[in-house]
């Protein structure tokens, strides 16, 4: 049993961009917890007990999400953390944890701050560890999405190669997870890890980073073994902002299958005039009120209102303190954070951010970031014309997303006008305000307001015009 954990929360995320300035990765919110606190959950439940988080940006916010889980789980986890004050990367990052818990007897793990994953997995990678070998978790990975990843090549049950956002692909090609069980006397290929990565193809570009995946090449060329284990549940490595919006549809999934009959906590209530469709777990004082209509299954916080004749999709999770009502409708699969609003006519779905606010007839699908307000009648395009997929900028790269491309992604505090329109794809960075009645069809950068400026032709008009 391991028994000993790293969690490299240090990363700055600027793919994850509307979200990096205002979020550290670890403490996104997946299905309306902290991602730290789901990692947490897997890692007691498999034994650990010594945990050193190591952190960097932002780091009050993963702080905060550690002590709220310890505060919820007593004398379970001894939990510590170390600063990061250069992000050099993962090899480096790594190493500091590895230090900081004394590793020197036993293999530790090692998370990516940003990775969801299930604890079954984690299970897995547990049972292929070995004596002085290193192991893997990988995934399977498409043609169409290995230079987006770092590929491994198994042979004979071992990865007998690296590559970092390669070209080639093959039927033994894997997706590199980021989750590791290193050996104890791992630091000397950790601290000899090279400033910049060496497991490129002829043509790649590498940045100075030094990283794990680097780590794991070195060990290769060195002859050290290094044992794959086969993901078999749901894994998103949360780099930019559609992944956030699928691990957060993953968790509503995950979170409402097993629901087979209703859990009323103390205090809560489902009217008699509402209809259900599917099972609901409601938590203390929670209610569903007249004239609602869940058409599957719903997970729902503390004190949080469904009602006036509001419509729930199947597979939705409400955190605590929420307010659904008048007519509002919540799509499926959608996940909306600690107290939030949507009401009178609202349609919402995807993920909303807590404390958010969508009220008088609007149609939003995809992020919308925190403490943000859509003003009335805001309405997002989902659909192209040509039935296409919305091409994305990342860090000046342009690319299609594999999934929710034509999401829309709202940051942290922004605000909508009344009948603001925001074509499919457009992405607005935080404390950003879209005025009344403005026609968005291109990202907007941190910090920036758009106004309509529209010309008006007057003249007169009276009885005159009707022959009087």
């Not at 929710?404 to 505090?413: C, F, K, R, V, W």
Request: charged share 20%; proline share 5%; aromatic share 6%.
């Amino acid at each position: 049993m391991i028994t000993k954990a790293i969690i490299l929360a240090a990363g700055r995320g600027e793919r994850l961009w509307p979200y990096n300035a205002t979020n550290a990765k670890a403490a996104l919110s997946i299905g309306t917890r902290p991602l730290v606190q789901w990692q947490l959950d897997s890692l007691s439940e498999t034994g650990v007990k010594k945990v050193c988080i190591v952190v960097g940006l932002l780091e009050g916010m993963v702080r905060n999400a550690c002590a709220t889980w310890e505060r919820a789980n007593p004398e379970k986890m001894e939990i510590s953390f170390t600063e990061q004050k250069v992000p050099t990367g993962t090899a480096d990052a790594a190493l500091l944890g590895i230090q900081s818990l004394g590793c020197h007897d036993e293999p530790v793990y090692a998370i990516p701050g940003d990775l969801y994953f299930q604890v079954e997995d984690l299970q897995l990678l547990e049972k292929s560890v070995q004596s002085s070998c290193i192991s893997a978790l990988v995934a399977p990975v498409s043609k169409r999405d290995v230079q987006e990843c770092v590929r491994v090549e198994i042979e004979n049950d071992k990865i007998v190669e690296v590559r970092a956002h390669s070209r080639e692909y093959s039927t033994k090609s894997r997706k590199l997870t980021g989750l590791m069980a290193l050996p104890s006397d791992f630091s000397s290929v950790l601290s000899s890890t090279p400033d910049i990565p060496t497991c490129v193809e002829i043509g790649g570009m590498a940045p100075i980073d030094r990283t794990l995946a680097e780590s794991l090449h070195q060990s290769i060329v060195l002859g050290l073994e290094v044992l794959p284990a086969e993901a078999t549940q749901p894994i998103v490595d949360i780099d930019k902002p559609w992944d956030l919006l699928e691990a957060n549809r993953l968790s509503a999934i995950i979170q409402t299958k097993n629901l087979t009959e209703h859990d009323l906590s103390e205090g809560s209530s489902i009217d008699s005039s509402a209809r259900i469709e599917g099972s609901v777990r409601l938590g203390k004082g929670s209610k569903i009120g007249p004239g609602v209509i869940v058409y599957g299954n719903l997970v729902v916080g503390e004190n949080s209102f469904i009602t006036d004749g509001a419509f729930v999709e199947d597979s939705v999770v409400v955190g605590d303190g929420c307010q659904i009502w008048r007519g509002a409708l919540i799509g499926k699969q959608s996940v909306i954070g600690h107290g939030c609003n949507v009401g009178h006519g609202a349609e919402f779905e995807g993920l909303m951010l807590p404390e958010s606010y969508s009220y008088h007839y609007g149609e939003f699908w995809g992020i919308l970031g925190r403490c943000s307000d859509l003003g009335a009648a805001t309405v997002c395009g989902t659909l192209r014309f040509d039935d296409g997929e919305t091409p994305h900028r990342v860090k000046g790269r342009k690319e299609i997303p594999r999934y929710h491309s034509n999401a829309t992604y709202l940051g942290d505090y922004v605000r909508t006008g009344v009948n603001a329109i925001l074509m499919p794809g457009v992405k607005v960075g935080p404390y950003s305000l879209i005025g009344a009645g403005v026609l968005l069809g291109e990202d907007v950068p941190n910090n920036t307001s758009v106004f309509l400026e529209q010309s008006q032709k007057r003249g007169s008009w009276g009885p005159e015009r009707y022959g009087w």
